[in-house]
Structures are given as structure tokens and as C-alpha cells.
């Protein structure tokens, strides 16, 4: 392990940055302590994220602890040696939460990392106790977004390119940032350069990856979380999410696919009231 704390906010508990080997996959995690006694919340980032995008959002939350890490190929996380799926993230991410010393989780995933979620609350219903969606779909199938928006994801080049991103990024991720660009500059600030290989191996694994056969059957209380203007993720699979889920309940943000980090507090108090419930 390599820790490496760093405190982003007098009067906040510091986010604690290490590496972590996970079954021979070094894995960048960040965590959070807060007082409240409840399971910490084990975060998934979106695709070509590394954890640092989040801070705003961690930073935001006043009762709960958080895992979150870069996947591997992305941020500060060593390219694995072979392509892998989301069954193996959620291996991985059980692993990660034994070895931190948790016997239960609450589980998010936002967009890509909701697809991992997913699987991990299908393949580790014991460990996983409550599940947060956000703007994300059932995976393969599902109601896509405007291909000229679908497109523009096929490579990393708005993580490298930060001139290229705030010219794509309103047409891509609507809502707040379609009036004002203040808002991606701050979020480009906080992205490391995602590698080609380790974005293609993230692709790769939501390929033909669906979530639909087995919905029915997740038993964890759900919240799904979508944007009413996101280009990327339409609303419309929020609702067949929450209509499939046996548990869950669907409640709308007036932003687009950014919300959670164009309004993390409003975005961090829904989902703490939601872990807070009995």
C-alpha cells in the first residue's frame, strides 16, 4: 500500500488516497470516514473517470463514508494485462471492500459505472445493501441518445484534448452546462489523461453487456437518479429501470447527465436521505 492523505476541505474529514493490490491488480483508491455508523458507499465513475472528478460530490456528503477507485487503465490504476467485464470489476471491488474491513456496502454507479453496479448488486446481493443509480441505463439495450452525441464517446480525445471537450460538452451532457462553461473548465481541471487502451478495454466491457434478464430479481431498495435533459442517457431508461426493479423509485433532476457534479450538494443530500431511510 502507498498512502497518501490529503485534506481538501478545512473542518472535512480528508480523503485518504493509496494504492490497494487487489487479487494482483493494483487498483488507485480514495476513501472518506464520516461518524455516522452505517456501511460506507462504494462508488463507480463513469467511463474514462478517474476518482478526482468526483471530489465535488464526496466533498458535498456530511454523514457517509465512500470507496471509490480508478478501474483499471484509467487514472492512477495500472492497465490490467487482459480485457475484462463487469463481473470481473465487481470481483474486483468485493475484494477491495474485504480487504478495507466492510462487511456491507451501499453500492453507486453513475452512467458507465451504473452498469458495474449492476453486476455488483446481482453477483454480491450479501455484501450490498442499498443501490444508487444515476443517469445510467440497462446497458446494451436500451433507448440510446443521439447518435452524433454517441459518437463522440468512441474515443478519449475530450479527456486529452481540453479544448475539444469544452467545445462538445453542452451538446453532450446538456443541462447546466449548456449555460455555463465555467462549470467543464472546473471538471476538465480534475481529469487525468485517460490512456486509449485502458478507455477501449471500458468500452469492451459493456459490450452486449445487459442488466434486463435479471433485473427482476435485485432485492436491494434502489434509487435512480436521471436528468430530464441528458443527451447521453435519456430519462426514459431511468424508467425502465425502476419499473423492472423490483424496489426502486425514480426521482427526476431538473440538469443534464452532470447533475452529480453541477449540483453535488442537492445530489448528495437526495442520496443521503435515501441512505438514512429505515
Known amino acids: 500500500m502507498e498512502p497518501a492523505a490529503v485534506n481538501d476541505q478545512a473542518g472535512k474529514d480528508a480523503i485518504e488516497e493509496r494504492t490497494i493490490v487487489v487479487g494482483g491488480q493494483p ?9 455516522e455508523g452505517r456501511p460506507p458507499l462504494l462508488l463507480f465513475n463513469g467511463i474514462g473517470a478517474n476518482w478526482q472528478i468526483a ?4 466533498q458535498a ?15 492512477g490504476s495500472p492497465l490490467p494485462p487482459l480485457p475484462y467485464r463487469p463481473s470481473t470489476l465487481a470481483r474486483l471491488a468485493a ?9 456491507k456496502v451501499d453500492v453507486a454507479g453513475v452512467s458507465w459505472g451504473g452498469g458495474v453496479a449492476q453486476q455488483f448488486a446481482h453477483q454480491h446481493d450479501d455484501i450490498c445493501r442499498r443501490l444508487i443509480l444515476a ?10 441518445g443521439r447518435l452524433s452525441v454517441i ?8 479527456y486529452i484534448d481540453r479544448a475539444y471537450m469544452r467545445s462538445i460538452a453542452a451538446e453532450i451532457y446538456g443541462g447546466a452546462i449548456r449555460h455555463d462553461p465555467d462549470l467543464i473548465a472546473r471538471h476538465a481541471q480534475a481529469l487525468s489523461d485517460a490512456t486509449q487502451v485502458g478507455y477501449w478495454f471500458q468500452l469492451l466491457a459493456m459490450a452486449g453487456w445487459t442488466s434486463l434478464p435479471w433485473l427482476r430479481s435485485l432485492r436491494q431498495p434502489t434509487l435512480i437518479l436521471m436528468g430530464q435533459d441528458d443527451p447521453l442517457v435519456p430519462a426514459i431508461n ?7 426493479i423490483p424496489n426502486a423509485r425514480l426521482q427526476m433532476i431538473d440538469d443534464g447527465h452532470l447533475f452529480m457534479l453541477t449540483r453535488p450538494v442537492e445530489t ?3 442520496i443521503e436521505a435515501f441512505l438514512a431511510e429505515r
Do not use: C, E, Y
Open 27 to 35: 487498483l488507485r483508491v480514495a476513501t472518506t470516514r464520516a461518524r
Open 55 to 58: 471530489k465535488p460530490f464526496l
Open 61 to 75: 456528503l456530511t454523514n457517509t463514508s465512500v470507496i471509490i477507485f480508478d478501474v483499471p487503465g484509467i487514472g
Open 95 to 103: 475484494g477491495l471492500v474485504a480487504q478495507l474491513g466492510h462487511q
Open 135 to 144: 443517469a445510467t441505463s440497462p446497458g446494451a439495450i436500451m433507448v440510446p
Open 151 to 158: 459518437w463522440k464517446l468512441a474515443t478519449p480525445r475530450r
Open 238 to 244: 431511468g424508467r425502465i429501470l425502476a419499473r423492472l
Open 268 to 270: 448528495a443530500r437526495m
